[in-house]
């Protein structure tokens, strides 16, 4: 990831326009912010997964996510399966390990990509 072009500012994240996203259970809120250049942007999501929320796809897209509330399990495609709580963070680059998550209780996220 580059940072470049990307003059330093805040975000309220309260005032950010919320897109729903309908999960094979359960559905994502996410409030979402891009940054820099077209040809390199880095967008920077406040996520919000509903009690029971399943994602309906297999994810290849590199992240680094912050669990801010609640519990996020993701699956990986070898069958792994990682536990986030409150505090604690992954990373996985693109196309590096297909993962898939569901939220049973819910769950807060933060998340650059």
Not at 65 to 77: Q, R
Not at 78 to 88: H, K
Request: charged share 25%.
């Amino acid at each position: 990831m580059r940072m470049s072009e990307i003059p330093f500012g805040t975000t309220d994240w309260s005032s950010v326009e919320p897109e729903h996203f309908p999960g094979e259970q359960g559905q994502a809120i996410w409030r979402t912010r891009r940054f820099g250049p077209a040809d390199n942007q880095i967008r920077v999501r406040m996520v919000e997964y509903s009690p029971g929320y399943v994602s309906d796809h297999w994810c290849e897209k590199g992240h680094i996510l912050l669990c801010l509330e609640g519990e996020l399990e993701t699956t990986l495609a070898d069958g792994r399966v990682m536990w986030l709580r409150a505090g604690m963070s992954y990373q996985v680059a693109d196309k590096a390990e297909p993962h898939r998550s569901r939220s049973p209780n819910g769950a807060r996220l933060f998340i650059v990509d």
